[in-house]
Structures are given as structure tokens and as C-alpha cells.
């Protein structure tokens, strides 16, 4: 295939995802916005963030937050600065699919290639289960660190086909440093190294391998050295630590990813506050769901079907194996899937661009799947877009999709009173505490509203 139509394949999802992001714009603060960059006195200029960058946890997110409050461009400069984010996304995406599927010969026909992996970035970067990491401000921890963490990969990738030691074993492991100071959680990186080694193994032998990830791991020696002795880092580890037990923890998680996973198939069911989930048992339909999905990935890597056991094992690895070991405060959170996306959506692109080229006519029918496909996630974008163009909307919505949530009801009465609609306020925190009495946020907030 010619430049020309690699570009091509690579400007048309990112053309996309641009129109379908434009309408996130008119987005107000929400939620931990307001503490973590509204109310935040070490984001307010850069004396302030100089002073508090190696006292608190994640540096570099906290950089690019005091970047966006210098431009004094106003929520704007925060849409923009999170909408470019994911763009780069979308091409990495791109990228390194293509490079996967290079890898590996066979997979499809060249003529497939690029069409697989312009699927995959069209469905990464216009699912709308990617908006409360693009519109929702503070989702920018997950797009900010899934970009320096895909470009690593990326680099790594490239590093070890052209045998280019600066790309290898310096620009590499510095985005993985970024990664990490962005959101903890980048720290995986060297394993997903080891998984794609596995599913696209770039050859040479163990020992080669080793050698290619020795400055990554390194680094990740270091890391964990330096978050398990840096004190904040250490009180947040803690706190996760003593949220629940393992058992609990797992079944929680499990809630969790199957909860993701709905909202993957029935995106109207997107939510930014679901509320606590209780845990699934033993044998849930959630537990089943996820053990047929990881007995898929086992048979995808017995039977050698590479895009299926790394797509699967992608999926796993950014949802359950960091989890399992660190508790989440919140187990269902749309932005936990952004990163984990890529591989659903890789070894998703892969199946449909196989069995649309084994039709008559079938790049025809590629571009039918394609733009219909664009349509329907790109509409859906949209309309979760609008519900955070006001508080009062996102509220609205939540308590629509979470009716037995306290927390929502009492953050819809805050957004209600703020515009004066202090009856309504009045209702929602009263409905907050029928279903939670001794929900004290909301008690003191109708305390306040009954006192004026």
C-alpha cells in the first residue's frame, strides 16, 4: 500500500473522533474537578505547583493542570488540551495495531491490514465509553497516562524492529516514566511489554528479549522503590490496601469489569456515578462472563490466534491484575476502561475486517461496516457529550440510571441550589436521605437550605 493510503486510512478516524468531540467544549466543571483543579491552591500558578510537585502524588498531571490555568484560557484550554490527548491516542492506536498485525503474517491479507487497524482507532476513539476520560476533565489521568504509556510500547516496537538503541533503551522508558508520574497505575508497562513479546514476539530469543526490556524494568525497580517510600504515595497505598479484603476485592472487581463491559455493548447505560456495586458470588453471571472471556484468550493463545489471546490479555491486565492487588475506592468507572480498551477493540477490528473481506465486494462492505459503525458511536458521543454541558444535566442523568443513589441526589440538590432552584434542592436532598439516613452531606446541606 502506498503513503498515500496508509495516510489515508490513518486521517479518517481521527477526522471522526475530531467532529464527534467538537460539542464537548460547551462542558463545565464537574465533580473532582473542583478539588483537584477548581479549589486546588498547587495548580493556581506555578510558584504554587513548584512548591507542592515532589510533596504530592502525580506530578506531571498536576503539571499540564497548572499549564492549562496559566493559558487563562478557562475551561476551553482544559477541553482542548484533553481533546488533543486523545487524538494522539487514536493514532497511537492506529500504529500499533498495524504494528501488531505486521508481526504477525497471515493474520490477514495486506489489504486488510491497514483497513483492521483504522477500525480499531475508529472504535477506541469514538465509543462513548471514552468520554469520561476525554470530556469529564479530571478522566485526562487515564487519556494523559495511556498516552505516554501506548507511546513507550510504540517506541519499543520500533526501537526493536530497527534496532535503534536511543529509541530502546532511552525515549522508551522516559515515556514510561512519564506514564507513571501522570497516574500510578502506568506501572504495568513492563508487562505488557512481556505480552506483547508472547502475541508478537519481535524475535531473537529470550535472552534478546531480556536485553531489549532490561532499562524498562529497571526503571520499574526504581519506581516501586520510589512510590513505596514517597509518604503520600505511601497513605494512598495504604488506604486502598484497607478497603476491603482479596475475596471481596475480587468479586468486586469482577462486578466491576462486567459492569464495563455492559456499558461497552449498551452505551446508553453510561453512568458517572453508578453508586456501590454489590459483589458478585461465585457463580455469577458476571464471574462465568469473564471466565469464558479468559478461557477465549487461553484457546486464541493454544490455537495461535495472536490478536485474540493479546486483544484478551490487553483487556485483562489494564482491568483486573493491578486491581486485584491495589482495591479501587470506586470498582465501576468508565475511564478504567480507556486504557483497556484497545484491546477489545484491536481483536474486535481484526474479526469484522476478516470476515468483511471474505465477502464479495468486500472493501465495499469494510466501508458500509465502517460508516455505519461511525454513525451509531459517533451520535452516541454526541449525546453523552451534552450531559456535561451543565451540573444539572450530568445529575439528572446519573440519578436516572442510579435511582437508589444517595450521593447523586445529594450532588443534583447541590447543582439545583447553585442555580437558585431551591425547592428542587430541597426534594433531592430529602430523597437522599430516604435512602441513606445517616447520609451526612446531604443532612447538612438541607440544614443550610432550610436555614436561609
Known amino acids: 500500500m502506498t503513503n498515500a493510503g ?7 478516524p481521527l477526522a471522526a473522533v475530531l467532529i464527534a468531540y467538537l460539542n464537548s467544549f ?45 493559558s487563562q484560557t478557562g475551561v476551553f484550554g482544559f477541553h482542548a488540551f484533553n481533546l488533543t490527548v486523545h487524538l494522539v491516542n487514536v493514532f497511537l492506536v492506529f500504529n500499533l495495531t498495524g504494528s501488531f498485525l505486521r508481526g504477525r503474517p497471515g493474520t490477514l491479507s495486506e489489504r486488510a491490514l491497514y483497513p483492521a487497524a483504522a477500525l480499531a482507532a475508529l472504535l477506541f476513539g469514538l465509543h462513548p465509553i471514552g468520554t469520561e476520560a476525554v470530556t469529564y476533565i479530571t478522566g485526562r489521568s487515564a487519556s494523559l497516562m495511556t498516552m505516554f504509556y501506548l507511546a513507550s510500547l510504540a517506541l519499543y516496537v520500533k526501537g526493536s524492529r530497527e534496532r535503534k538503541a536511543a529509541l530502546l533503551y532511552v525515549l522508551s522508558p522516559l515515556m514510561f516514566l512519564f506514564a507513571v508520574a501522570t497516574k500510578e497505575t502506568g506501572i504495568t508497562l513492563p508487562l505488557a511489554l512481556v505480552l506483547w513479546e508472547a502475541s508478537a514476539g519481535e524475535g531473537g530469543g529470550v535472552g534478546k528479549t531480556l536485553r531489549r526490556q532490561s532499562v524498562h524494568w529497571v526503571v520499574f525497580a526504581a519506581l516501586v522503590g520510589a512510590v513505596l517510600a ?51 458470588s461465585w457463580f455469577s453471571p ?61 481483536a474486535a477490528s481484526v474479526a469484522m475486517t476478516w470476515l468483511m473481506f471474505r465477502l464479495r465486494g468486500g472493501v465495499r462492505a469494510f466501508a458500509v461496516l465502517a460508516l455505519c459503525l461511525a454513525i451509531v458511536l459517533g451520535g452516541y458521543t454526541i449525546a453523552r457529550n451534552r450531559v456535561y454541558h451543565s451540573e444539572i444535566a450530568l445529575w439528572e442523568d446519573t440519578i436516572r440510571k442510579s435511582p437508589r443513589n444517595p450521593r447523586a441526589f445529594n450532588n443534583l440538590g447541590y447543582a439545583y441550589y447553585l442555580e437558585g432552584r431551591k425547592e428542587e434542592a430541597r426534594n433531592a436532598y430529602r430523597r437522599a436521605l430516604q435512602i441513606d439516613p445517616a447520609f451526612e452531606y446531604a443532612r447538612n446541606n438541607l440544614k443550610i437550605l432550610d436555614g436561609e
Open 230 to 280: 514517597h509518604p503520600r504515595y505511601r497513605v494512598f497505598l495504604l488506604y486502598s490496601l484497607d478497603l476491603r479484603g482479596f475475596r471481596e476485592n475480587l468479586l468486586g472487581q469482577v462486578t466491576g469489569v462486567g459492569e464495563l463491559l455492559s456499558h461497552l455493548i449498551l452505551p446508553g447505560r453510561l453512568n458517572i456515578d453508578p453508586g456501590s456495586v454489590s459483589g458478585a
Open 26 to 70: 460547551p462542558g463545565v466543571f464537574q465533580l473532582d474537578d473542583y478539588n483537584v483543579i477548581v479549589f486546588n491552591p498547587s495548580v493556581e500558578s506555578w510558584s504554587a505547583f513548584w512548591r507542592d510537585c515532589f510533596h504530592g502524588i502525580r506530578p506531571f498531571l498536576k503539571f499540564t493542570y497548572a499549564l492549562c490555568q496559566a
Open 286 to 346: 458476571q464471574l462465568l462472563a469473564l471466565a469464558s472471556l479468559a478461557v477465549l484468550g487461553l484457546a486464541g493463545l493454544w490455537k495461535r490466534v495472536p490478536w485474540l489471546s493479546f486483544g484478551i490479555g490487553w483487556f485483562f491486565l489494564h482491568t483486573m491484575v493491578v486491581n486485584l492487588l491495589v482495591p479501587r475506592i470506586d470498582s465501576v468507572s468508565d475511564r478504567h476502561f480507556y486504557q483497556a480498551g484497545w484491546g477489545v477493540f484491536l
Open 6 to 12: 496508509r495516510a489515508g486510512y490513518a486521517l479518517a
